[in-house]
């Protein structure tokens, strides 16, 4: 009776905190604000919704540039990338990105105490580091750079997925950036340096695209289930490699297949065509990389299970459809129709 009187308390103490959680929109709805809901799409906005925020609560980032500090646990999200250009020839989502204004900037300090924030749907996302910042989780992102800007940071636990990683280096050639068990899966990743850093531990790649240059620096890194597109990697020495697709012989061989054509592996490379900035990179029917992966999976960032999601839109339910007679209900009962999207 005791234990299950303790488990009741600890579900009841769970569905209290998530049942406070507030939800808080930057630059949604400046023509009808919500008082305590809605804020100014603007830094102003943006650091008047944190300081409203209680650990663990969520704020909507609307279309604008952002440059802010967090020194608090919160769940940020934006609309995605590619906004209003998804052009992707095998699935009708345009609909899902008619987002009206610019593509968001996001520049974002860690302070102690934002352990464990999250991150989804950001684009140009840049985010510093001034603690030794844990659990973080960057998912669905367009991200340019993480850094640091205190000297012999340790940063653990940091889960990248589903994201772009474009001229993407960890640290700077002034301070010295560690990060512990990082996973890195299902990302397309253009141009990585990781010279800068001063360690990187424990650290996995799987199921992601590299192209461009990859400068691993000597670092101890494992690399399952990748492909990598023409890249050029640097001082990889030290790491290990397994069932990954490489268009050069730059990779040791074992079990990884090396020299094979680009053409034969995604439906749009070279040529895009029809197809969207990362849709391009979707495994042709017949491509090597098919079900090559450790346990059978496929190799990239569409393979495995977790599959990228085209713009990054982020895991939330959306919207598409509505239907009503009119904006004013003269039926009882008034009847609409509306259609949700998981984007999972």
């Given at each position: 009776m005791?234990?299950l009187t303790t488990l009741?308390?600890?579900i009841?103490?769970?569905f209290?905190?998530?049942?406070?959680?507030k939800i808080?929109r930057?630059?949604?709805n400046?023509?009808?604000?919500?008082i305590?809901?809605d804020?100014?799409g603007?830094?102003?906005?943006?650091?008047?919704?944190i300081n409203?925020?209680?650990r663990?609560d969520?704020i909507?980032l609307?279309p604008g540039?952002?440059?802010?500090?967090?020194?608090k646990?919160l769940?940020?999200?934006?609309?995605?990338y590619?906004?209003?250009?998804?052009k992707?020839?095998?699935?009708a989502n345009a609909?899902?990105q008619n987002i009206?204004g610019?593509?968001?900037?996001?520049?974002?300090s860690l302070n102690?105490?934002?352990d464990s924030?999250i991150?989804l749907g950001i684009d140009?996302f840049m985010?510093?580091?001034n603690?030794n910042?844990?659990?973080?989780?960057?998912?669905?992102?367009n991200?340019?750079q993480i850094t640091s800007?205190i000297?012999?940071?340790?940063c653990?636990?940091?889960n990248?997925?589903q994201?772009i990683?474009?001229n993407?280096?960890l640290?700077?050639?002034?301070?010295?950036?560690?990060?512990y068990?990082?996973?890195?899966?299902?990302?397309l990743?253009?141009?990585?340096?990781?010279s800068?850093?001063?360690i990187?531990?424990n650290c996995m790649?799987?199921?992601?695209?590299?192209?461009?240059?990859c400068?691993l620096?000597?670092?101890?890194?494992q690399?399952?289930?990748?492909?990598f597109?023409?890249?050029?990697?640097?001082?990889?020495?030290f790491?290990?490699?397994q069932?990954?697709?490489?268009?050069?012989s730059d990779?040791p061989?074992?079990?990884?297949k090396?020299?094979v054509?680009?053409s034969?592996i995604?439906v749009?490379?070279?040529?895009?065509g029809?197809?969207?900035?990362?849709?391009?990179y979707?495994?042709?029917?017949?491509?090597?990389?098919?079900?090559?992966?450790v346990?059978?999976?496929d190799?990239?960032?569409f393979?495995?299970s977790n599959?990228y999601v085209?713009s990054?839109?982020?895991?939330i339910p959306?919207?598409?459809?509505l239907?009503?007679p009119?904006?004013n209900?003269?039926?009882?009962?008034?009847?609409?129709?509306f259609?949700?999207?998981s984007n999972n």
């Open positions: 005791k234990k009741l308390l600890v009841s103490m769970l209290c905190t998530v049942s406070h959680a808080r930057v630059g949604g400046p023509g009808n604000p919500v305590g809901t804020y100014t603007d830094n102003a906005g943006l650091n008047a919704a409203d925020s209680n663990g969520t909507f609307y540039t952002y440059g802010i500090t967090l020194s646990k769940v940020i999200i934006g609309p995605g590619f906004i209003n250009t998804i992707d020839s095998t699935h609909g899902l009206v610019s593509l968001n900037s996001l520049q974002l102690p105490g934002s924030s991150f140009s985010l510093y580091t603690c910042s844990n659990n973080i989780i960057i998912n669905r992102c991200v340019s800007n000297s012999n940071l340790i653990q636990n940091w990248i997925s994201s990683l474009n993407f280096y640290g700077m050639s002034r301070y010295s950036f560690s990060l068990n990082g996973l890195f899966c299902n990302c990743i253009v141009n990585a340096d990781l800068f850093s001063s990187i531990q790649f799987i199921n992601n695209i590299f192209s461009g240059t400068n620096y000597k670092q101890k890194v690399f399952i289930n990748n492909i597109l023409n890249a050029n990697l640097i001082d990889f020495l790491s290990s490699f069932n990954n697709i490489s268009t050069q990779i061989a074992g079990t990884n090396l020299n054509s680009a034969s995604f749009g490379y070279p040529t895009q029809s197809y969207s900035n990362d849709a391009r979707k495994l042709s029917a017949s491509s090597p990389a098919k079900g090559f992966g346990g059978g999976v190799c990239g960032m393979g495995g599959p085209l990054g839109i982020p895991s959306a919207f598409y459809y239907s009503a009119s904006i209900a003269l039926t009882n009962p008034y009847t609409i129709t259609s949700v999207r």
